[in-house]
């Protein structure tokens, strides 16, 4: 099992669990606070109710975590497939009520929807500023006609106000590592790519982007939909 995914799995089932940290490139190390992947509507950030309130169609989450987000859509009649790479988040998934919950990496996953969705950063997992905009470009491939991607993305220039920005790579490009129990994962990259950059690769991919909400502290909500 993941790491990410046993420290999921106590918290779940005890409702305890030890420090969740998260190791990254650029600084000390955070702890990652377990209960906020279980939030309801109450718990939620405006950012988020927003982007739920904006899904239409066949809605596909990915990157679901523990189906926070896949639960208050299907409490608004929405048809969501939630999918993961953790099996043991999936497992909580259907164990809190998810109805289509599947173990699946989305490079690979083949089916048509109206709405992608990637909240919590989510479209971080594309890794990379080029990694995001080969996904631009593959994840047309899941949309149908019309569709929109709904995802939330973050500008850490902030990080950076002490210290130079990387000389090498996009300032945006960052590795993490989780540990749980004395026990860690294998490093992973993740990207958090700001406005205007969004603007630019969108433009050059052929999607019409349209910022819906910005919460001020450098996190923004981005709704893109396929220029004709």
Known sequence: MDVFGKALTDIYKTGEADILWLHNSYGEPEEMPLEFFFRDDEDMPVLELQALHLCEGKVLDIGAGVGSHALLLQAFNIDVTAIDVSEAAIEIMKDRGVKNALLQ?????????????????????????????????KIKDLLNPGGQVIFDSSD?????????????????????????????????????????????????????????????????????????
Not at 121 to 137: D, E, S
Not at 188 to 206: H, L, P, Q, S
């Open 156 to 228: 850490i220039a902030y990080l950076y106000e002490d210290m130079p920005k990387p000389q090498n790579q996009y300032y945006g490009e960052v590795s993490y590592q989780y540990e749980y129990k004395g026990e860690k994962g294998n490093w992973f990259n993740w990207v958090y790519v700001d406005e205007e950059t969004i603007k630019t690769i969108a433009a050059e991919t052929g999607w019409n982007c349209e910022m819906i909400f910005d919460d001020g502290e450098d996190q923004y909500l981005v709704k893109l939909t396929q220029s004709l």
């Open 105 to 137: 990496d989305v490079f690979t996953y083949k089916e048509k929807f109206d709405t992608i969705l990637m909240l919590m950063n989510g479209i971080g997992l594309t890794g990379t500023l080029a990694g995001f905009k080969a996904f631009l470009i």
